[in-house]
């Protein structure tokens, strides 16, 4: 795996995470070198309603991580020609899981050894033989944090949708993704027409809600594939990979006619509003930067010409 494939895979994930509403279910990779205890800790993990993965050799972590995408990692101490904690090592060299909750589950009782493990990479130290709750329990919370972390890493607190730069490196994936299949990708840029009047005229939290209710629209519409990110105060960047310029116009300009119906409530009435997008479409050997500022520079062009319009 190249560093490229895994954080294409990594943002893959994270896109997921930030896309659906419900939890995904926990992923839990075991790292143990004997099957039959593998076994035994798969079984109860399957029991609280966690999937999971079984590795036993130590050489097979960083595949099975990439393409497994867990959302923590438990690992053994004693394996034939490595320990856990170097394999932990790493695993921590790697910048996509340099905060992935690694918990150990070893027959280890000495305690400066469990205290190095922890000292060395590890969040958590469990014995064997262990107890079921509470390995359960342990497992969910540690996921728990390390989802919370990552939401307010990639995440738009807002509207929920990808933060401006989680959007940017989605755009890289996209590229990366085009590059590898020979598909096409458009990149589009939508912004709020006449936005500061709203807030002046209503007010900031209702300013607010015409930028959350817009946020649900694109995600109501967009593809599996496609990404969505609020990509600065009421604009927002949008990734449609597999997407022919013709069709992002179409799709967008139904997007856009909807949105210019939707009635945002305020104090004593209601109001409507528009926005105005630029399309890009990407060509090989494009960098994300120059795709992104042509979707740019084709917004503004839809601005000048009057807004509530899509140019490209
Ligand atoms: P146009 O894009 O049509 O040229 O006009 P505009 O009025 O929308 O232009 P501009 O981009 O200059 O203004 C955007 C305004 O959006 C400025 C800022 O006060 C407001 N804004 C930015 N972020 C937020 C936010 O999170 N909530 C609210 N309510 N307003 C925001
Ligand atoms: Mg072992
Ligand atoms: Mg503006
Ligand atoms: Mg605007
Ligand atoms: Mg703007």
Same mark, same amino acid.
């Given at each position: 795996?190249?560093?490229?494939?895994?954080? %294409?895979?990594?943002?893959?994930?994270?896109?997921?995470?930030?896309?659906?509403?419900?939890?995904?279910?926990?992923?839990?990779?075991?790292?143990?070198?004997?099957?039959?205890?593998? %076994?035994?800790?798969?079984?109860?993990?399957?029991?609280? @309603?966690?999937?999971?993965?079984?590795?036993?050799?130590?050489?097979?972590?960083?595949?099975?991580? !990439?393409?497994?995408?867990?959302?923590?990692?438990?690992? #053994?101490?004693?394996?034939?020609?490595?320990?856990?904690?170097?394999?932990?090592?790493?695993?921590?060299?790697?910048?996509?899981?340099?905060?992935?909750?690694?918990?150990?589950?070893?027959?280890?009782?000495?305690?400066?050894?469990?205290?190095?493990?922890?000292? !060395?990479?590890?969040?958590?130290?469990?014995?064997?033989?262990?107890?079921?709750?509470? *390995?359960?329990?342990?497992?969910?919370?540690?996921?728990?944090?390390? +989802?919370? *972390? +990552?939401?307010? !890493?990639?995440?738009?607190?807002?509207?929920?949708?990808?933060?401006?730069?989680?959007?940017?490196?989605?755009v890289d994936t996209a590229i990366r993704s085009a590059l590898a299949q020979g598909t096409a990708l458009c990149v589009a840029m939508v912004d709020i027409?006449?936005?500061?009047?709203?807030?002046?005229?209503? @007010?900031?939290?209702?300013?607010?809600?015409?930028?959350?209710?817009?946020?649900?629209?694109?995600?109501?519409? *967009?593809?599996?594939? #496609?990404?969505?990110?609020?990509?600065?105060?009421?604009?927002?960047?949008?990734?449609?990979?597999? /997407?022919?310029?013709?069709?992002?116009?179409?799709?967008?300009?139904?997007?856009? %006619?909807?949105?210019?119906?939707?009635?945002?409530?305020?104090?004593? @009435? /209601?109001? /409507?509003? /528009?926005?105005?997008?630029?399309?890009?479409?990407?060509?090989? @050997?494009?960098?994300?930067?120059?795709?992104?500022?042509?979707?740019?520079d084709a917004l503004y062009d839809a601005k000048r010409s009057g807004r509530n319009q899509i140019k490209v």
């Amino acid at each position: 795996f190249s560093s490229e494939t895994a954080h %294409a895979l990594v943002m893959e994930r994270i896109v997921k995470l930030c896309n659906t509403e419900e939890e995904p279910i926990y992923r839990v990779l075991v790292v143990e070198d004997s099957k039959t205890a593998s %076994a035994l800790i798969r079984r109860t993990l399957t029991e609280g @309603g966690i999937e999971s993965q079984a590795v036993t050799r130590p050489q097979d972590v960083l595949t099975h991580l !990439m393409q497994f995408q867990p959302d923590l990692v438990l690992m #053994d101490m004693h394996m034939p020609g490595c320990t856990g904690v170097e394999v932990t090592r790493v695993i921590r060299q790697h910048a996509e899981f340099l905060s992935i909750p690694v918990v150990y589950l070893s027959g280890e009782t000495n305690v400066a050894l469990q205290v190095d493990a922890l000292r !060395m990479g590890g969040d958590h130290f469990l014995t064997k033989p262990f107890n079921p709750v509470v *390995l359960n329990a342990v497992v969910k919370s540690k996921i728990e944090r390390y +989802r919370s *972390l +990552r939401r307010t !890493m990639y995440q738009d607190s807002l509207t929920g949708l990808l933060n401006h730069t989680s959007s940017k490196q989605q755009v890289d994936t996209a590229i990366r993704s085009a590059l590898a299949q020979g598909t096409a990708l458009c990149v589009a840029m939508v912004d709020i027409d006449y936005f500061k009047k709203v807030n002046d005229s209503y @007010g900031h939290p209702a300013g607010d809600q015409v930028i959350r209710s817009l946020a649900w629209l694109l995600k109501q519409r *967009l593809r599996k594939t #496609d990404a969505v990110g609020r990509y600065g105060g009421e604009e927002f960047l949008v990734v449609l990979p597999g /997407t022919s310029l013709a069709h992002a116009r179409q799709f967008l300009d139904a997007i856009r %006619a909807d949105f210019s119906h939707i009635s945002h409530p305020h104090d004593t @009435g /209601t109001f /409507t509003n /528009t926005f105005s997008c630029g399309i890009a479409q990407w060509h090989v @050997g494009m960098v994300s930067d120059r795709v992104v500022k042509q979707a740019d520079d084709a917004l503004y062009d839809a601005k000048r010409s009057g807004r509530n319009q899509i140019k490209v």
